[in-house]
């Protein structure tokens, strides 16, 4: 009886540390938290009854312990230095051209991220175990604060691994995500307290409460970021430390890039400030580092921050206001978007009175309902969005928004992606569909045609000029018929068939931008055209052929096939190729060598540092040449390794993962053996 009752409770730990991990580090959730709650209780029960199986790395510990007298002082083995801020381009430009000078290189390779607004937080594990929590204080000396980290979210009391280090000391932010924050307000509010002003504080003042119960109230998570003083492990880059702490059971900042030089630091920097409104936590900035963990030891520290690491920060400007209406709007892939209609408000001197709520589910997180009082954020370049609802406000008369089930457009059936968090209307005739693709199809990142703005494409659809992307280039044609419309005189039209004319000289990949393919925007359509050359050569491709292209990947790919497979996307660049628009260049495959065979077939390949005879693009086409898949990063399954001068990370990789490495060399003689 006595074994079975050790083995139940083993067995409640482990199912609990598995659910912890999922919910924490991999962001998702198998059982229901009264589920979770019930096992939790059974622990604590069988513990309590059976007071010799206890264990300090028990689940149960998390729930916290008797309160504390008082918080005593550590001293960092590491100082816990702060980050110096850019708020302008320039200063970013500066600080690049200042490290590739100190480094002598081109291209630094850089790890981007969020800078979350939270609270600095230090964990220090001793044999896998955890025994310290640390604040930041003056960056020389913190708070003891071990009491109330062994109860913060995704912290686990001991590392998953079987040979921990001696010692391992992360470093990250304690937040609050903004759905438990508006709850945590409620309350302080039904409770007559005043109720704190945003999550950091609320945080903050939760890390200094002497009573770990009560800290553990405030739902705190943990995020980390960053290492400090180590013993028995190492590593070569940032992005390698977070890959190794995530496995050993740590949750770490999410949505990390990576970038070589500045200019794919500056687009990972915009595509990262566009997914900002959609985070579930306050940022204020997105943080770049050094990938590379010996560069910042090379570069040291100032006496203040590491010279190795940039805040891009902007000023963030937030007002309350009121949710007058939800409505949806259906884009020119068919997705529907829930938009919140507010009450005008005025921010950093701009009317907000409208912003988008994304989509069903960040919907429903957020848990907006019309006539809510929500709080509104502008920051930077990124457009308002509802950072969070005001709970405490409500008053009973709010009304909570029925997702649509048919497409208020035209009447279609909704479906969910699969696998995915977009409902989109799948009627390809949908009207609203046609009028964004139009819209999308003339403006900047697309074909750019001059003339051609939102307003005179919805004219066009009204009056029947227009019914499809062909017909724009068929307006030469109707010339009396426009010059009927409203506000649409002979200096406009003339200006907007020039425009149209312009455009049939794009380059390809900007008609493939156009061309409203999923998931295909500008960078992947420049892929496409430098791999391919020619709409002709893509629609030749199989799904298995697209996918092996760096950066295309099976999703991608599977969307690319489809649409030119299909009858409505071989016939309409058909027909856009017969009205003289841009059909691509062959790609000058002269670099090749040998003919086309099967030696590489259910190969993978990945080709990394500087080549003496091909650049690696030539390499890669080789290999697809020859069969193989040119993949872009090391995995395990990874077949060979074509290392040139200055491999770096993919070449350590890919010897812990025992890969075959070849030369240059080694690699010409296997194609032509």
Known sequence: MTESVRQQIEQLRAELERHNRLYYVQATQEIPDRDYDRMMADLQRLEHEHPQYDSPTSPTHKVGGDPIDGFEQYEHR???????????E???VDWDAGLRKALEQDKPEYSVEYKIDGVAMALVYEEGLLVRGVTRGNGVVGDDITSNSRVVGGVPLHLETSSPPAVLEVRGEVVILNEDFARFQAAQVAAGDEPFKNPRNAAAGALKLLDPKEARKRSLRFLAHGVGHVDGISWQHYLQFLDSIRDMGLPVTPSVGRATGFDELMVVVGRMMEGVASLPFEVDGIVIKLNRLPERNQLGTTS??????RAYKWERYEAETR??????QVGKTGTLTPVAELDPVEIDGTTVSRASLHNRDELQRLGVMVGD???VEKAGKIIPHVLRVNEAERTGDETPFAFPEFCPECGATVQQDDGGVYIRCGNPTCPAQLRETLIFFASRPAMDIDGLGEKLVEQLLDSGLIDGIPSLYRLG????????LER????SIDRLLAGIEASKQQPFWRLLTGLNIRHVGQSNAQVLECAFGTGDEIAAQTEESLSAIDDIGPVIAASVYQFFCSNVGGSLLRELKELGLNPGTPV???CEIGTNSEKLTGKSLVVTGTLARMSRDEAKQLIRHHGGKASGSVSGKTDYLVAGEKAGSKLTKAQGLGVRILTEEEFLAMLES
């Open 304 to 309: 203040r921050s590491p010279r190795w690491v």
């Open 488 to 491: 649409l005189g002979e200096k």
């Open 78 to 88: 590491v100082p816990m230095l702060s980050i110096d801020n850019a708020f302008e």
């Open 373 to 375: 009082t929500v709080l």
């Open 90 to 92: 320039q200063e970013l």
């Open 323 to 328: 949710v007058v209406d939800i409505a949806i």
């Open 477 to 484: 044609e109707q010339r009396e018929k426009l010059l009927e």
């Open 588 to 590: 000058d495959r002269s």
